[in-house]
């Protein structure tokens, strides 16, 4: 098909057709944002088409399912079931907020329990063809230097000295024999799928444990520049999303707490109404709320015990 017969409706097939075999709406949207860029280009400097066809609602937007976030609980627990060799690794990543390649790229040198921080200054990747590559961070922003709870800290510690040449190069987290560690051989070297499952979360993938440090960072209340720093992020976009999430949690807690004020006046405005009607009613429900003097009764032998017990201490004083 010629480039310039391309209108919106062949644009909307065509991504129908990606979503109809399978495609996720990620890489759907990945797709389109590199179509509609292509015909950006016919558009503007070839002069091929007159408008870019790419104009279908939506399309350009990921909307990937949630990703499970731990809570502390579950975070300790998993880095309790693993291997000992591989605890440190779960605690740093999560409360570093480190992707894959940041944390498996970690040298000695890149640790300083005095000052209870870590430095990404490199990042392994996985080439086809090629294997583990090191190199760079992701960008500029993913150089940076994070610091850890003191709780973190001492389990790093611990690991430095039991698993971690002396060598300032020497890698931080490892195989037993010594090797860079790849992503594909995680479930392998620490049972990942039954520990994850172990804890309740059995969809949990690696790279959600940097999802819920960036959560529970979030939670803290930081502002947005310093949440771009430590998720080593050059755009705002990505933590703006985890201040939402973290807004939109804070919403629902304040609306659950207005229900049950509404509740609590609900209550009291009909037990006025009641006492109005039948004065000093008391409740007949064993151990129930009552609306009357009921509770006031039933505790009345106790509160005069307490007031007698008060006076007594006063007195000796």
Known sequence: MELGRLDTPMVRDWRAKLLGNGVSESMAAKAYRLLRAVLMTAVKEDEILTRNPCRIPGADQEKPAERPV????QVFKLADI??????????????GCLRWGEVAALQRQ??????????????????????LVLGPPKSRASRRTLSLPPAVVEVVRDHLAAEVDDNPDAFVFTTESGRPIWRGNLNKLIAWKASV????????????????GNTLAARTGASTRDLMARMGHDSPQAALIYQHATAEADRAIALALHEAVRADRKKAKKCGSRSGKTKNRVDKKPGGEGCGDGSKQIDQKDRGAKTRKLKSYVEQQ
């Not at 731990?70 to 609980?73: G, R, S």
């Not at 693993?82 to 999560?94: E, F, G, H, K, S």
């Not at 000052?115 to 080439?127: F, N, P, S």
């Not at 499952?197 to 819920?212: E, S, V």
């Open 70 to 73: 731990l809570t502390l609980a």
């Open 82 to 95: 693993v291997p000992p060799r591989y605890r440190a690794l779960v605690l740093v990543t999560t409360f």
């Open 110 to 131: 890149d640790v300083d329990t005095a000052a209870g921080t870590i430095r990404v200054r490199q990042a392994y990747t996985e080439q086809r063809g090629v294997g």
């Open 197 to 212: 499952a172990r804890i309740g979360q059995p969809d949990l993938h690696f790279h959600d444990l940097r999802h819920t």
